[in-house]
T-cell receptor
């Protein structure tokens, strides 16, 4: 089955800095890669996703890059703000109704 | 986006009792729903895949007689934790995907505390 590794487990940055979270996956058949943000005690919220036919996708301060050959994808957050503080999960699946395999999460702390 | 409602948001029960958690897709039909368990500061662990009109598919290591799943309609799946014990205390969260859409939408989660 799919195995998703996520690094780092914790990340502390100053407000305004950029943050990068990296994930690798093992199943070459995976073609859908979402990122979720989860605030303490709340539901995970989809913040951005990318499919394997695209190398990069951007939405305002958030971007995701995908390298299919190396089987890794990354989340980039620019101009971080304190409200970006949360746990971020990457995931991978074969798309459709295939189950998502989640990474272990990265706790991002943005200090004012 | 699609809305998934989950109730209750928290529950405290005595050891040995059963607890039912409901997961509803409010504005779409979901033939498939997923149930996850999350321990503090850990990732989402898939427990089972709930299929409307058929038996749920459980992940390895998850006791199907312990965690009963019923998906009786296209908008409702329930998870019943039977004979709950303190080790069952956890955050349980459901998710669903609208037809033709691979995006996964999560319920608000249920914090279960078993005394």
């Amino acid at each position: 089955g799919e195995n998703v590794e996520q690094h780092p487990s914790t990340l502390s940055v100053q407000e305004g800095d950029s943050a990068v979270i990296k994930c690798t996956y093992s199943d070459s058949a995976s073609n859908y890669f979402p990122w979720y943000k989860q605030e303490l005690g709340k539901r995970p919220q989809l913040i951005i996703d990318i499919r394997s036919n695209v190398g990069e996708k951007k939405d305002q301060r958030i971007a995701v890059t995908l390298n299919k050959t190396a089987k890794h994808f990354s989340l980039h957050i620019t101009e971080t703000q304190p409200e970006d503080s949360a746990v971020y999960f990457c995931a991978a699946s074969e798309g459709g109704y295939s189950t998502l395999t989640f990474g272990k999460g990265t706790m991002l702390l943005v200090s004012p | 986006g699609a809305v998934v409602s989950q109730h209750p948001s928290w529950v405290i029960c005595k050891s040995g009792t059963s607890v039912k958690i409901e997961c509803r897709s409010l504005d779409f039909q979901a033939t498939t729903m997923f149930w996850y368990r999350q321990f503090p500061k850990q990732s989402l662990m898939l427990m089972a895949t709930s299929n409307e009109g058929s038996k749920a598919t459980y992940e390895q290591g998850v006791e199907k007689d312990k965690f009963l799943i019923n998906h009786a309609s296209l908008t409702l799946s329930t998870l019943t934790v039977t004979s709950a014990h303190p080790e069952d205390s956890s955050f349980y969260i459901c998710s669903a995907t609208p037809a033709g859409n691979e995006k996964l939408f999560f319920g608000s989660g249920t914090q279960l505390s078993v005394l």
